[in-house]
C-alpha cells in the first residue's frame, strides 16, 4: 500500500488518536496518515505533532479553526492528498469502529477487485455492530433503507465511513458542490460517485463501538441526512446536479 494515505478526522480524540495511528502504521509500514483536526480543545492536534517526530514523512496533519464539520474536513483531505501522488485514499475514523486490519480489504477490492469505491459495510451480511443499542442499530438500518428507496442506489450501508477511493473518482467528482457535513455528507459523495457509474464495491467489516470520547451525533445531523436525500434526489430529477 505505498500509493495509500488514511484520512482521519478528528474533533476531540486524543484519548484514541495515538492508538489509532500506532495501529495502522503497525499493519502498514508504507502506507501514509492524514490527520484533519478541527481545532479540538483536548490538544488532539499536539499530540499528533508529536508524534510526528517519530512517524516522520509517513504522518501529515492539517489544523483547521473551529468545528467546522465532518464533510468539510474530508473535502479538505481529499485536496490535499489529490495535490500529491495518492492512488488510494482512504477515509476512516479515529475511534477504532473501524478496525484497521480492514483497510488491506477495502484496498484490495479497488487495487484488484476493479472497484472504484470501496465501502466497509456493517449490513451486507446482516447486521454486524458491536456495542451499539439497538435505538441506535434500528435508526442506522432504517436510515440505509431510506436512503435506497429515495435514491436508488444499491448500497447497503450507504451512511458508512470507512471508505476507499481510486483517485480518478475524486478527481472526477466536484468536490466543491459537496454540501453536507454529517451523515449526509457520506451519502452525498457515495451517491455522486453512483450517478457518475463509478464501481461501488461493499466490503462486509464489523463496526464497534468507541470505548473512548463522544459520539458526534446530533439531532441536527439525523435531520441534515433526513432531508438531505431528498435535496439531492430532487436536483437529481430537476437536472440542477
Given amino acids: 500500500m505505498q500509493d495509500a494515505i488514511v484520512i482521519i478526522p478528528t474533533y476531540n480524540e486524543v484519548e484514541n488518536i495515538e492508538s489509532i495511528i500506532s495501529a495502522v502504521f503497525t499493519q502498514y509500514n508504507a502506507v501514509h496518515v492524514l490527520v484533519v483536526d478541527d481545532d479540538s480543545p483536548d490538544q488532539t492536534a499536539q499530540k499528533v505533532e508529536a508524534l510526528q517526530l517519530q512517524y516522520a514523512d509517513r504522518l501529515f496533519l492539517l489544523k483547521r479553526t473551529g468545528k467546522l464539520g465532518l464533510g468539510t474536513a474530508y473535502v479538505e483531505g481529499f485536496k490535499w492528498c489529490l495535490s500529491r501522488n495518492y492512488e488510494f485514499i482512504f477515509e476512516m475514523d479515529a475511534d477504532f469502529s473501524h478496525n484497521p486490519k480492514d483497510l488491506q480489504r477495502l484496498y484490495d477490492a479497488c487495487k484488484v477487485q476493479n472497484a472504484d469505491?470501496?465501502?466497509?459495510?456493517?449490513?451486507?451480511?446482516?447486521?454486524?455492530?458491536?456495542?451499539?443499542?439497538?435505538?441506535?442499530?434500528?435508526?442506522?438500518?432504517?436510515?440505509?433503507?431510506?436512503?435506497?428507496?429515495?435514491?436508488?442506489?444499491?448500497?447497503?450501508?450507504?451512511?458508512?465511513?470507512?471508505?476507499?477511493?481510486?483517485?480518478?473518482?475524486?478527481?472526477?467528482?466536484?468536490?466543491?458542490?459537496?454540501?453536507?457535513?454529517?451523515?449526509?455528507?457520506?451519502?452525498?459523495?457515495?451517491?455522486?460517485?453512483?450517478?457518475?457509474?463509478?464501481?461501488?464495491?461493499?466490503?462486509?467489516?464489523?463496526?464497534?463501538?468507541?470505548?473512548?470520547?463522544?459520539?458526534?451525533?446530533?439531532?441536527?445531523?439525523?435531520?441534515?441526512?433526513?432531508?438531505?436525500?431528498?435535496?439531492?434526489?430532487?436536483?437529481?430529477?430537476?437536472?440542477?446536479?
Fill in 117 to 241: 469505491v470501496a465501502v466497509g459495510s456493517r449490513y451486507i451480511k446482516g447486521v454486524n455492530v458491536v456495542n451499539w443499542p439497538l435505538s441506535r442499530i434500528i435508526l442506522s438500518y432504517v436510515a440505509s433503507i431510506y436512503v435506497r428507496l429515495i435514491t436508488g442506489m444499491k448500497v447497503l450501508d450507504p451512511t458508512a465511513g470507512f471508505v476507499c477511493y481510486k483517485r480518478i473518482v475524486l478527481e472526477t467528482i466536484d468536490l466543491d458542490t459537496i454540501k453536507f457535513v454529517g451523515y449526509a455528507f457520506q451519502i452525498e459523495m457515495k451517491y455522486t460517485a453512483h450517478k457518475k457509474n463509478f464501481i461501488i464495491k461493499e466490503i462486509p467489516i464489523i463496526f464497534t463501538d468507541r470505548l473512548h470520547g463522544v459520539s458526534k451525533l446530533s439531532k441536527g445531523i439525523i435531520k441534515e441526512a433526513i432531508l438531505g436525500v431528498i435535496t439531492m434526489r430532487l436536483k437529481t430529477i430537476l437536472g440542477s446536479s
